[in-house]
């Protein structure tokens, strides 16, 4: 058996030789911006007070009833945005990673939902010597805020915040890292990669590498209609006081149908639905539009998906590779291209036994590319 004082002895020997901080840490942070941004402006959209016509709404985004945007409007506001940052023993000096999770989900998707080391995305990038940083995004999570869920919760609120966030990183010590960061690795899940590619396309140099996990150019909208969305706060009243347009996945069979398959722990799809956060109507309504082109985005992409992803990709393996392949069409710009399907696994890869044979091929992506 070590003993501690074993340890901490041996750690402070390590840090004063190469002067590095002692151990890994995580704390929590919080960022505030001020956003302008284009939000889309629809037509037939749902009264703010009326569940129902929410619900079906939504219901016919993913059943062939998505119209375009009529319009745009302006939305200025000013945001806090908690995020996990954690800082590696050996540090790869400038390099951060960025994670940005999806709908229904908020930055603990990041260390696995709590569920241990083997789904720790922060744990394992740190061991490899990347700081990380695991932000909430406008509405969700431990945000202080509840912004209007239609008119504020869109994408492009989503992609200047996170444009915002980019810029206090890289230029000003008197950010909540207490640093500057000059390499910036974006990772996204899902939603949180389709804004990646949304921001890649509207500021192309604020990512110095691109990684989308849980995506592709094809969403299947078929199986995205399984998630039958329901108003959070009238499904879990005791968990949710949200106004009706933040929306949750209204039973946990549904949930685990699109979520997880094959090789997983099925002990974790009950605690994921316990868990589970929100989408707005209004990011739902501008999903559609997010699989635009990134035209000037010159840095290199990689995007990681599982074969049984029945939303974005699908069996059998050379099925779902083609699919994955084909994304590199929303890139014309980039220098480097690569995708990987990731067999016996579901949309949640970080929630699969796959998880470190999905941590492990990003960051060694991230060791070539960033
Ligand atoms: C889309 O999902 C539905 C329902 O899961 C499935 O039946 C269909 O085959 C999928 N379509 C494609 C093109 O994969």
Known sequence: MHSPIFVSTLWAGVASALTLSPRSV??????TVSVTAQNGVYSGVPDPSNAEEIVSYVAAIFTGGYTSPVGSQTVSDSFTINGLYCKPLLAKSN?????????????????????????????????????????????????????????????????????????????????????????IGYVGHSYGSFLGVGLAGQHPDDIDALILTGYSSTLNFTAAAS?????????????????????????????ERAFYADAYDHSLPPADYDSQDTASDGEVAGMPTLFQPAV????????????????????????????????????????????????????????????????????FFLDHYL
């Open 95 to 183: 390099k951060l990673q960025l994670l940005v999770h999806g709908l229904t989900y908020n930055k603990d998707y990041w260390v696995g939902l709590g569920f241990g080391n083997l789904y720790n995305w922060h744990t394992f990038a740190n061991l490899h010597g990347y700081a990380t940083l695991a932000v909430d995004r406008v509405g969700h999570g431990s945000n202080p805020q509840r912004p209007d869920p239609f008119n504020v919760v869109q994408g492009p609120v989503h992609i200047e915040t996170l444009h915002q966030i980019i810029d206090q990183i890289r230029s000003s010590t008197t950010n909540p890292l207490g640093r500057t960061f000059d390499r």
């Open 227 to 255: 998630f039958n969305f329901v108003p959070a706060s009238a499904l879990l009243p005791e968990r949710f006081t949200e106004p009706l347009g933040y929306l949750t996945v209204g039973r946990e069979s549904d949930r």
């Open 26 to 31: 995580c704390s929590t942070v919080s960022f």
């Open 296 to 363: 000037g985005f010159k840095k290199p992409v990689l995007v990681v998906t599982g074969v049984n992803d029945v939303l974005l990709c699908g069996q059998p393996l050379a099925t779902c590779q083609s699919i994955l392949e084909a994304s590199s069409q929303l890139f014309p710009d980039a220098v480097h291209f690569e995708s990987t399907a990731v067999p016996f696994t579901g949309h949640d890869l970080n929630l699969h036994y796959s998880a470190p044979a999905t941590f492990e091929r990003v960051n």
